[in-house]
T-cell receptor, first 116, second 116 residues
Framework: AQSVTQLGSHVSVSEGALVLLRCNYS??????LFWYVQYPNQGLQLLLK??????LVKGINGFEAEFKKSETSFHLTKPSAHMSDAAEYFC??????????????FGKGTLLTVNP | GAGVSQSPSNKVTEKGKDVELRCDPI?????LYWYRQSLGQGLEFLIY????????KSGLPSDRFSAERTGGSVSTLTIQRTQQEDSAVYLC??????????????FGAGTRLSVL
């Protein structure tokens, strides 16, 4: 079974500072990996995804994430935080094959606060 | 419409009543998913529909939960004899084609269900 661990339920940064949101997964084979963002009272929006190929993935709004198989990690970063980045961020995985490869398994989420 | 539409956005009901939640997927999307987002459990997969195939109901928490998808488009999630632990945000998502992890799941804003 797959699982996702997001370290830190709440991360607070200053505007302009580096954003680092941590995600580790547990899976028998490397899964597909996703980061979603949720703004208040809205649904989830895909930030970026890793399926195959280059392990450094760039997404929307200046975010990027790097798949590190040896560390089973997929941490999300942004060089300079903006006030508009304040939201909840979810890491998710799905399998590459098998009968349930469409199911997303989510982490518990990390609430990002950006201070002026 | 341009995105996944869910109605109602908020639903307050009394314990023991039945509720119906509606999801309109993105036009042309053949795959439809329901997830539940609750404080204690995070985001959980509930059910998956793909075309005319039998749905994957493996995530439904009890037999009080059921869902249908009419005409391969609109879906309704029904909760019978609601309990307080059913209080959560119910999210619907759709994706473009057959179940593949590469297909991006687009989420609606959700229905916030409160059971008193």
């Amino acid at each position: 079974a797959q699982s996702v661990t997001q370290l830190g339920s709440h991360v607070s940064v200053s505007e302009g500072a580096l954003v680092l949101l941590r995600c580790n997964y547990s899976s028998s084979v490397p899964p597909y990996l996703f980061w979603y963002v949720q703004y208040p009272n809205q649904g989830l929006q895909l930030l970026l995804k890793y399926t195959t190929g280059a392990t450094l993935v760039k997404g929307i709004n200046g975010f990027e994430a790097e798949f590190k198989k040896s560390e089973t990690s997929f941490h999300l970063t942004k060089p300079s935080a903006h006030m508009s980045d304040a939201a909840e961020y979810f890491c998710a995985v799905s399998g590459k094959s098998g009968g349930s490869n469409y199911k997303l398994t989510f982490g518990k989420g990390t609430l990002l606060t950006v201070n002026p | 419409g341009a995105g996944v539409s869910q109605s109602p956005s908020n639903k307050v009901t009394e314990k023991g009543k039945d509720v119906e939640l509606r999801c309109d997927p993105i036009s042309g999307h053949t795959a439809l998913y329901w997830y539940r987002q609750s404080l204690g459990q995070g985001l959980e997969f509930l059910i998956y529909f793909q075309g005319n195939s039998a749905p994957d109901k493996s995530g439904l928490p009890s037999d009080r939960f059921s869902a249908e998808r009419t005409g391969g488009s609109v879906s309704t999630l029904t909760i019978q004899r609601t309990q307080q632990e059913d209080s959560a945000v119910y999210l619907c998502a759709s994706s473009q084609g057959p179940a593949q992890a590469k297909n991006i799941q687009y989420f609606g804003a959700g229905t916030r269900l409160s059971v008193l």
